[in-house]
T-cell receptor
Framework: KQEVTQIPAALSVPEGENLVLNCSFT??????LQWFRQDPGKGLTSLLL?????REQTSGRLNASLDKSSGRSTLYIAASQPGDSATYLC??????????FGKGTRLHILP | DTAVSQTPKYLVTQMGNDKSIKCEQN?????MYWYKQDSKKFLKIMFS???????INETVPNRFSPKSPDKAHLNLHINSLELGDSAVYFC??????????FGPGTRLTVT
């Protein structure tokens, strides 16, 4: 059974710092892995999608890596800003039409 | 233009009532989903549906039923609402092996 774990559950860092969010999954047989952000009371916004054949994806200050063999993904945020404060969710898609979410990391960037 | 839309955004109703939430996507995706986000903010898939197959999460009560009038719509019907059904419900869509795009959510409150 696929399980997705995100560490840490919450993180506070001063503005301007670089940071890494971690995601681990128990079954390496996945179609893809997706990172989302969710602002309080809002829906999910897709940040980066990594297909199983890829090792990383970049978008602006965000970089996501994928190591299927070890069941790990990281989301790197460079030069953090207060607007980055949100909950970040990692989700993996197994070989069927399911998607499994982690419980998220609540990120707070201190001005 | 909104890619995935849901109505209503908020829904307050009494126990025992029957209600529906509508979802539409204009992305041309093949598969649509319904998720429930509980008070602990944990996202869990309820259904996935494409033209061929409905996949139901085994934990979903049969009071919940998805209805798809066409490829761009997947509505969620809930019968005999219970207090524990209070949550935020998200609709999403995707292509095969693609990333998921989420709607803004419907906050359901059962009193």
């Amino acid at each position: 059974k696929q399980e997705v774990t995100q560490i840490p559950a919450a993180l506070s860092v001063p503005e301007g710092e670089n940071l890494v969010l971690n995601c681990s999954f128990t079954d390496s047989a996945i179609y893809n892995l997706q990172w989302f952000r969710q602002d309080p009371g809002k829906g999910l916004t897709s940040l980066l999608l990594i297909q199983s054949s890829q090792r990383e994806q970049t978008s602006g200050r965000l970089n996501a890596s994928l190591d299927k063999s070890s069941g790990r993904s990281t989301l790197y945020i460079a030069a953090s800003q207060p607007g980055d404060s949100a909950t970040y969710l990692c989700a993996v898609r197994p070989g069927d039409d399911k998607i499994i979410f982690g419980k998220g990391t609540r990120l707070h960037i201190l001005p | 233009d909104t890619a995935v839309s849901q109505t209503p955004k908020y829904l307050v109703t009494q126990m025992g009532n029957d209600k529906s939430i509508k979802c539409e996507q204009n992305l041309g995706h093949d598969t649509m989903y319904w998720y429930k986000q509980d008070s602990k903010k944990f996202l869990k898939i309820m259904f996935s549906y494409n033209n061929k197959e409905l996949i139901i999460n085994e934990t979903v009560p049969n009071r919940f039923s998805p209805k798809s009038p066409d490829k761009a719509h997947l509505n969620l019907h809930i019968n005999s609402l219970e207090l524990g059904d209070s949550a935020v419900y998200f609709c999403a869509s995707s292509q095969v092996e693609g990333g998921q795009y989420f709607g803004p959510g419907t906050r359901l409150t059962v009193t």
